[in-house]
């Protein structure tokens, strides 16, 4: 009898993305991307609008991940909010011939490729805004979208904690904590809890116990005590 062959990740049926939030919430359709190996389980978004499809941060990418991505309109830009965050952004500028979005400190990390640097923001249309949050890395940035009561899309900026509310993370590979810490408090004094209302981190989602956003944002953040966290001792 033949051995069995192992089941592997790469053969497993991959889970689809998902949509974010009820038509109820939110009406304009955003899809998370399962977490992938390429960004280190990070969760990848798909903000669905007509012509002008923005993807934060690279998902898996497979068949399946491009067949997705084709049926919903391509993607026309693309912003990755930190270096872990890229996976293969150049197979996907190549399959959709998007506009690469970055913070000019990690544009050197995409030799090659055709990149739209950035300084201290980007706004992209009226809704989107492209926020540079040094700290996690040093071109670490959020994606803030106006629309549903306000959507900050934190990359790895800010991630939930064991009970699902919004914190910044210290760990071994914390560029500067203190920055990390300073940009928080920049984003609370940028919204308030009428154009803050959801944040979708890239990172961690399993803590939000099936969710894919942290309700009641900025209620939640603004609760953080930014002068412990500044003693917090690293985590991982």
Not at 47 to 66: F, Q, S, Y
Not at 69 to 90: D, E, F, P, Y
Not at 167 to 174: D, F, G, H, S, Y
Request: with cysteine.
């Amino acid at each position: 009898m033949p051995p069995e062959s192992p089941i592997t990740s790469q053969s497993r049926t991959p889970k689809p993305p998902r949509l974010v939030f009820s038509e109820e919430t939110c009406p304009q359709p955003i899809f998370a991307f399962p977490p992938n190996r390429e960004t280190l389980g990070g969760t990848s978004y798909l903000i669905v609008e007509k012509d002008r499809n923005l993807m934060i941060d690279c998902p898996a990418w497979d068949e399946n991940t491009r067949s997705f991505l084709a049926a919903q309109g391509g993607v026309s830009r693309l912003v990755i909010t930190h270096r872990g965050g890229m996976g293969k952004v150049r197979e996907i500028q190549e399959a959709f011939g998007c506009e690469v979005i970055v913070q000019e400190q990690e544009a050197y990390l995409l030799p090659n490729l055709t990149v739209t640097a950035f300084q201290e923001s980007l706004s992209i249309g009226s809704e989107v805004q492209v926020i540079w949050t040094s700290g996690h890395s040093p071109g670490s940035a959020c994606v803030y979208y106006s629309a549903c009561g306000g959507i900050l899309f934190s990359g790895r900026h800010l991630i939930p904690n064991t009970q699902g509310d919004p914190v910044p993370l210290r760990t071994a590979k914390t560029f500067h904590w203190k920055r990390q810490i300073r940009h928080v408090q920049t984003l609370l004094e940028k919204f308030n809890p009428e154009t803050l209302r959801f944040i979708c981190p890239g990172s961690s989602l399993g803590l939000l116990r099936g969710k894919f956003s942290i309700d009641d944002a900025y209620s939640k953040l603004a609760q953080l005590d930014l002068e412990a966290c500044l003693k917090a001792e690293i985590l991982l």
